[in-house]
C-alpha cells in the first residue's frame, strides 16, 4: 500500500471527488480526516473508511472561513500529532451556477475567491509550517482544467482555479528544499454530483455541451480518475515531483483532440 499508516486530511470529502479520494486513500492505508461542511454525507464517508480498516475521521469544517480552518487543523493536531498529507478538494462554482461574466456580481466572485482559493490558502498555512518543521508532506490542490484554458459561464471559478495552479507552483519553489512537495491535479467534466447538476439551458447557452462531449474518450471523467491521480502525488512514489500541474481531463479541449481527429 502507498500510503500505509499515513495521516491525511481532505476537504470537502463529503461527496463526489472528495468522497472518491478519501476513499482511495484508505484503501493505500492512510487514516482520513473528512473536513466538509455537511455532517450527513461525510458521516458515511467515514463508514467507507472504518471499512477498509483505517480510522475516518469527520471534522465540520468552512474552508471559506479562517477560523473553522485553523480549529480544524488544530484538532487534527491534537488528536493525530501530524499531518502528513493535505488534500485541498472542497470547491465549486458560483453555488453550482454558470454565469455569463457580464451579468455576475461581487457577492458571487466572493463566495467563489473565498472558497476555491482562500480555502486553500488557509488549510495550507495551517500545516506548511509544521511540515518544514518534519521535513516532509504532500500537498494536493485540486483545481481544474477550467483555471488553464477558461470555461465559459464560468470566469471567476476559472480565475480562482488558475490562481490555485500559480499558488501552488509558489509554495513548491519556497518548500522543495526542505522536504514538502505540493501539486495540483486539474480535473476535466467528471461525474461528481457538481458535474451532473449544469442545468441543460444553461449548457445550450454556453456551448457546454461540446465542451462535455469533447473528451478524447467522449464521456465524463470518474471521481476515482482523480482519486488515482491524487493517491499518486501524496505518496513517495511521487517523491521527485512538485510544482506540477497534473490535468486529468481525456485530452478535452487542450488542443489536441481537435487534430488528432483532423477538426
Ligand atoms: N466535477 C467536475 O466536473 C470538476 C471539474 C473540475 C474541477 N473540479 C473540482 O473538484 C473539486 C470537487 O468537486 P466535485 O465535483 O466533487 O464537487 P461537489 O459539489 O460534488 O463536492 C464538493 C464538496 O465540497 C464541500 N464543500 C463545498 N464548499 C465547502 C466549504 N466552504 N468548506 C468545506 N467543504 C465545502 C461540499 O460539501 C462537497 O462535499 C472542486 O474543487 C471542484 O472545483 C470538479
Given at each position: ?8 486530511v481532505v476537504t470537502g470529502g463529503g461527496r463526489g471527488i472528495g468522497r472518491a479520494i478519501c476513499i482511495k ?122 483555471g488553464m484554458i477558461g470555461t465559459a459561464g464560468q470566469a471567476d471559478y476559472s480565475a480562482s482555479k488558475g ?54 474518450f467522449g464521456r465524463f471523467g470518474e471521481p476515482d480518475d482523480i482519486a488515482n491521480m491524487t493517491a499518486f ?31
Amino acid at each position: 500500500m502507498k500510503l500505509n499508516n499515513k495521516i491525511a486530511v481532505v476537504t470537502g470529502g463529503g461527496r463526489g471527488i472528495g468522497r472518491a479520494i478519501c476513499i482511495k486513500l484508505a484503501e493505500e492505508g492512510a487514516d482520513v480526516i473528512v473536513a466538509s461542511t455537511s455532517a450527513e454525507p461525510a458521516a458515511e464517508v467515514v463508514t467507507e473508511i472504518e471499512a477498509r480498516g483505517r480510522k475516518g475521521v469527520f471534522i465540520q469544517t468552512d474552508v471559506s472561513h479562517y477560523d473553522s480552518v485553523k480549529n480544524t487543523f488544530a484538532q487534527v493536531l491534537d488528536t493525530f500529532g501530524r499531518v502528513d498529507i493535505l488534500v485541498n478538494n472542497a470547491g465549486g462554482s458560483a453555488r453550482g451556477k454558470m454565469t455569463r461574466f457580464c451579468e455576475s456580481e461581487e457577492e458571487t466572485w466572493d463566495h467563489v475567491l473565498n472558497t476555491n482559493l482562500k480555502g486553500v490558502l488557509y488549510s495550507c498555512r495551517q500545516v506548511i509550517n509544521h511540515m518544514l518543521e518534519r521535513g516532509s508532506g504532500s500537498i494536493v490542490n485540486i483545481a481544474s482544467v477550467a483555471g488553464m484554458i477558461g470555461t465559459a459561464g464560468q470566469a471567476d471559478y476559472s480565475a480562482s482555479k488558475g490562481a490555485v495552479i500559480a499558488f501552488s507552483q509558489a509554495l513548491a519553489k519556497e518548500c522543495s528544499s526542505q522536504g514538502v512537495r505540493i501539486n495540483c491535479v486539474s480535473p476535466g467534466p467528471t461525474s461528481s454530483d457538481a458535474g451532473r447538476s449544469i442545468p441543460p439551458q444553461m449548457r445550450k447557452n454556453l456551448a457546454m455541451e461540446a465542451l462535455f462531449k469533447s473528451t478524447g474518450f467522449g464521456r465524463f471523467g470518474e471521481p476515482d480518475d482523480i482519486a488515482n491521480m491524487t493517491a499518486f502525488l501524496a505518496s513517495d512514489e511521487a517523491k521527485f515531483i512538485t510544482g506540477q500541474n497534473y490535468a486529468v481531463c481525456g485530452l478535452m479541449n487542450l488542443g489536441i483532440t481537435d487534430s488528432m481527429h483532423g477538426g
